[in-house]
Structures are given as structure tokens and as C-alpha cells.
């Protein structure tokens, strides 16, 4: 049974730093694309970041670039999404997704994704 467990949200200032966590159970993540979307409150679920299985090719969505990173620790089974300079707008509901992808046309497709978590809460404050 595959499980992807988040961590790691809570409330924080604006400009503050918060980094994420994705334990991952039943499936391996080095073998798997691996991504963040979010969901704020009113508004679709949107990509904010994701990792190709094969060579750690990373993609972001343009709001988040060069302030947040995804990496991945094959010993741990784990993802992260390392945030800073955090701002009020990036203030959602944070999902974990394995699945596979092809390359920059369809990382950030929901579609591409067949297992998700439940997600961690990130509230930021300006």
C-alpha cells in the first residue's frame, strides 16, 4: 500500500524559512517523480515543484523559483521542499505526489500523479 506522509507545515512570518517533508511507504522514491503542489483556500490545486526519477532534473513553477528547492534522500525515502523568503501568497495546503513524467511539458500536470498525500498546512503571515 503506497503512502506519502507531509510534514514540516505550520505558521510562519513573511520572509521566514520552513522546510517540508514527504516519507514515503510502499513505493520508492528514486524511481518515481516526485512533486509539491498546493491548494489555497478559494483557488485549484497548483504545481509548485517536482524531481525526474532518472537524473534529479528539477522544475518549478515561476513564482517559486529561486526561493524554494525540492530534493531527495534515496536512504530516507523522503522528499523535501525546502522554502524561503516564504510570502503571504504562498500560504496553502502543501501535497506531496509520486508518479511519472516525461520532462518540463508534463511535470506539473495533476495527471501525471497517481498517489498523493494528505497534505501539511502552510500559513504565512505578512
Known amino acids: 500500500q503506497v503512502q506519502l506522509a507531509e510534514s514540516g507545515g505550520g505558521s510562519v512570518q513573511a520572509g521566514d524559512s520552513l522546510r517540508l517533508s514527504c516519507a514515503a511507504s510502499?513505493?520508492?522514491?528514486?524511481?518515481?517523480?516526485m512533486a509539491w503542489f498546493r491548494q489555497a483556500p478559494g483557488k485549484e490545486r497548483e504545481f509548485v515543484a517536482a524531481m525526474h526519477w532518472s537524473d534529479s532534473t528539477t522544475y518549478y513553477t515561476d513564482s517559486v523559483k529561486g526561493r524554494f528547492t525540492i530534493s531527495r534522500d534515496n536512504a530516507k525515502n523522503t522528499i523535501y521542499l525546502q522554502m524561503n523568503s516564504l510570502k503571504a501568497e504562498d500560504t496553502a495546503v502543501y501535497y506531496c505526489?509520486?508518479?511519472?513524467?516525461?520532462?518540463?511539458?508534463?511535470?506539473?500536470?495533476?495527471?501525471?500523479?497517481?498517489?498523493w498525500g494528505q497534505g501539511t498546512e502552510v500559513t504565512v503571515s505578512s
Open positions: 505526489a509520486a508518479g511519472n513524467f516525461v520532462g518540463a511539458a508534463d511535470a506539473n500536470s495533476p495527471s501525471q500523479y497517481g498517489a
Open positions: 510502499g513505493l520508492t522514491v528514486s524511481l518515481y517523480g
